[in-house]
């Protein structure tokens, strides 16, 4: 069996903050269980916003040469990706956002280089993604899980599981909760299971 191969994306900039916290138990759940995890803190990268040339038309490879092509590759590499963000004005980070972005050259490359069929949909990989926000609203990951879908649909990932956290704020709040670390650290044990049928 191959060792499988984890992606965990920090895309706060807070360093410590609630999200980091939170998947740093998911990372340490699942290393304990074997699964080999890359982390990468999307705020000590250097990742342009997608400038929409459509270099990539000619062979779904992105014009612009910076960190995007590391973390791309790594994640292609993966079964799986663990991705952190905390809720800004009711949607992902603009560090995720930005990565998000640049995935368009793969969009492109599938859809429009390769001419790969739209259905059905085969999964190779499974995800999982942490969320926290402030305020309490039933609507407050709404547009975090849409935008997940379809990039989630880029990468043929199977959206596993989600743990989102409301009423956290300030640094450290998190904290205060050790339920829900407890959660991360489960989460990222029962991911390297499900991560199994893959390999
Ligand atoms: C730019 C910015 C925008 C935010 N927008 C929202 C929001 O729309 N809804 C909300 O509940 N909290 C919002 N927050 C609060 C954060 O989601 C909250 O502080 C969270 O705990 C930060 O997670 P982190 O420590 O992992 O960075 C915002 C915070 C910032 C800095």
């Known amino acids: 069996m191959q060792p499988l191969?984890?992606?965990a994306i920090y895309g706060s900039p807070r360093?410590?903050?609630n999200t980091a916290l939170l998947l740093k138990e998911a990372v340490k759940g699942a290393q304990d269980f074997g699964a080999n995890?890359?982390?990468i803190v999307l705020r000590d990268l250097n990742i342009s916003p997608c400038l929409e040339i459509y270099g990539c038309k000619e062979s779904g490879e992105c014009r612009i040469k910076d960190d995007f092509q590391t973390v791309r590759d790594k994640i292609l590499a993966s079964h799986g990706l663990m991705i952190a963000s905390p809720v800004f004005f009711y949607a992902v980070s603009a560090h995720l956002k930005i990565l998000m972005d640049r995935f368009q050259s793969l969009w492109v490359k599938k859809y429009w280089v390769d001419n790969i069929p739209?259905?059905?949909q085969k999964?190779?990989?499974?995800?999982?993604l942490i969320s926290v926000g402030a305020t309490k609203g039933k609507k407050l990951f709404?547009?975090?899980?849409l935008t997940l879908r379809y990039f989630f649909d880029v990468l043929d990932m199977e959206l596993w599981r989600t743990l989102l956290y409301r009423g956290l704020d300030f640094e450290g709040d998190i904290l205060k909760h050790p339920d829900y670390?407890?959660?991360?650290y489960a989460a990222g044990k029962g991911f390297v299971e499900a991560l199994?049928?893959?390999c």
């Open 5 to 7: 191969k984890i992606v």
């Open 15 to 17: 360093r410590k903050g």
């Open 37 to 39: 995890v890359e982390e």
């Open 118 to 120: 739209g259905e059905p």
């Open 123 to 128: 999964f190779i990989r499974k995800g999982l």
């Open 142 to 145: 709404d547009g975090i899980l």
């Open 181 to 184: 670390l407890d959660e991360a």
């Open 196 to 198: 199994g049928d893959l």
